[in-house]
Every structure is written in C-alpha cells, then in structure tokens.
C-alpha cells in the first residue's frame, strides 16, 4: 500500500520561493516514478513536473521550466519541488503522485497515477 504525505504549502509574495515535499508513509516510495500536479480553483488539475525513480531523469511543463526544480533524496524517500520566481497564477493546490513505471516520456495525465498524495495548498499574494 502505497500513500503519500505532501508537506510544505503556505503563503508567499509574488517573486517569492517555496519547497513542497512529498514522502511515503507506508513504504518505500524509491522504486517509483513521481509527478507533482497542480489544481487551481476552478480548473483541471494539470501537470507540473516529473522524476524517474532513479531521479535522473527530469520534466517539466513549460509554463514551470526554469523557475521549478524537481528533486528526490533517496536517504529520506523523499521528492520535492523546488519552486522560485513565484507567481500569482501559481496558486493551487499541489499533488504529487507515483506511478511504478512509464514508457518514455512520463504522462501528465491524472489517470495514469494509481497514487496520490492529499495535496498542499500554495498561495501566491500579488
């Protein structure tokens, strides 16, 4: 059983910086794939960014590219992302999800994670 604990959110000015952290709490979350969503009030929740298991591999969606960095420490069992440059447009609440493997390129749709963290919510203030 797979479950996931996001920690991190919170409130932060606009050019701001936050980390949000998404650990397992059940098992080892190593051999899994990891993606982190995002849900604004209102809309789907879409993709942000993802990491291969082994944490070489990176992507992003490019409204994040170079302002977001997807991490994983395997001491901890534990992916972050890392974001800067905040914007407003950047509220929402955030997921991160796992999914024990892909063909590829990662999916950034919902339905291809079997598992979810219960999400943290970031807000940007103008």
């Known amino acids: 059983q797979v479950q996931l604990v996001e920690s991190g959110g919170g409130l932060v000015q606009a050019g701001g910086s936050l980390r949000v952290s998404c650990a397992g709490s059940k098992r080892t979350v190593s051999d899994l794939h990891f993606g982190w969503f995002r849900q604004a009030p209102g809309k789907e929740r879409e993709f942000v960014a993802a990491?291969?298991?082994?944490?070489?591999?990176?992507y992003y969606a490019d409204f994040v590219k170079g302002r977001f960095t997807i991490s994983r420490d395997g001491a901890k069992d534990t992916v972050y992302l890392q974001m800067n440059s905040l914007k407003p447009e950047d509220t929402a609440v955030y997921y991160c999800?796992?999914?024990?493997?892909?063909?590829?390129?990662?999916?950034?749709?919902?339905?291809?994670?079997?598992?979810w963290g219960q999400g943290t919510q970031v807000t940007v203030s103008s």
């Open positions: 990491i291969t298991a082994s944490g070489g591999g990176t």
């Open positions: 999800a796992a999914v024990p493997f892909w063909y590829g390129s990662p999916p950034t749709n919902v339905a291809s994670y079997p598992y």
